[in-house]
């Protein structure tokens, strides 16, 4: 009461899943310092050093207010000498400088380039710098080889570096959810990731899709993906089948972040606003992108695609264009699918959290496809996010906070 003026103390639990972190950030200085030093440690594939700094960075989220000195941290969990260090540069002098050189360094720099391309990660891009690759220019004259998904990543590239926004995430919804009902009615699309989250923007766009009745999802995915392919919606898609066998996956393997979910990682051709209006009515017709096609096919379309081409022709949209965006598309079944979704919905760091709690404190072990308890030896099933956090003997938080 008497140093009621000096400093707000704070106090925050030590696992992410145990936090509410909002996007509504106190101290986005420090965090984003924090995190482009992750970012650095990620990209050198020194991944300790990388989630010591998301971990860091995780907390000063989580604060209700602006860090204003040093005492107040005294007593908050995960942070280390490194990001206290940085945390004390930035409030004294408005910077660090380990922060500005590796954000100015040449190989800090090469690496985002290289790696922003989709297809390319951290070892790819150490290999193509080490080759004297530091650009997309160098990249293309060098005839290095790649692979599909970079050629599309490449071709793309200035599209897919723009951020999504919670609009074209809506219109992609739509998109998704006509080829799911059309390719298999009653199957139920969610949209995940950090547009659950609440985010207005985002890298890409995640969905999980499932059915009601357990094993009417198998097989799913290869339909989707030629209803959306003939209606010329995806520029890029690989799909992978499910892979997840619970006697073979469960408890024995932990060791693996990946899931087993069939999935589909695409690359969307969105068209643009003034565009997607006229294509709504013409989808179920025909699909092409240029003026010139539709005249050439004039011919041969029937009386109804006729009279939307006039309508086209003497009112043409000014902006003629589409854009790439990145799709995720996994398909889950019922009895995993609240595992699918809590694993789906990120953020990615209190993801690890929830798995390392889980582990941890609980003796268990969490994918997004079980839940299995060490200590009696069984799966813990559920029907929802609110039972898994119940059975881990957590408090359950809600998407929009776990943006940790
Ligand atoms: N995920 C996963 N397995 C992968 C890729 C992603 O389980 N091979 C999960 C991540 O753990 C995360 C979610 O899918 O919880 C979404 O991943 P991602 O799209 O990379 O991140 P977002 O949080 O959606 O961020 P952004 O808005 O940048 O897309
Ligand atoms: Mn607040
Ligand atoms: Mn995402
Ligand atoms: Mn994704």
Known sequence: ??????????????????????????????????????ENAELSEEDGRGVAFRRAAAVLKALPAPVTAMSQLRGLPCLGDHSLRVIKDILENEASDEVESTKQSERFKALKVLTGIFGVGAKTADRWIRDGIHNLHQLR????????????GLEHYDDLKQQVTKAEADAITEIVQEAVISVLP?????????????????????FLITHPEEGREVGLMPKIVFWLESKGFLLYQKTTRNSYLEVKDGPGRPSSNMDRFERCLSIFKLA?????????????????????DHTQSETDQDPQSHSYERH????????????AVRVDLVVSPISQ??????????????????????GHVKAMSLSSHALYDNKQSRYLRAASEEEIFAHL???????????A
Do not use: M
């Open 272 to 292: 643009e606003k003034e565009e997607r209006a006229i294509k709504v009515t013409e989808n179920t017709v025909k699909t092409k992108d240029s003026v010139r």
């Open 1 to 38: 009461q008497i140093n009621e003026a000096e400093v707000v103390l704070f106090s925050v639990p030590s696992y992410a899943c145990q936090r509410r972190t909002t996007l509504d950030n106190h101290n986005t200085t420090l965090t984003d310092a924090l995190s482009l030093l992750a």
């Open 393 to 403: 003997g957590l408090e359950y938080i809600p998407p929009s906070e776990r943006n």
């Open 141 to 152: 004259e060098s005839g290095a080889a790649l692979n599909r998904a970079q050629q599309a």
């Open 186 to 206: 009653g199957a139920q699309v969610v949209l995940t990731g950090g547009f659950r989250r609440g985010k207005q923007t985002g890298h890409d766009v995640d």
């Open 312 to 323: 086209e022709l003497t009112n043409p949209p000014v902006h003629r264009r589409w854009r």
């Open 337 to 358: 699918f609240a595992f699918a979704l809590l694993g789906w919905t990120g953020s990615k760091l209190f993801e690890r959290e929830l798995r390392r709690w889980a």
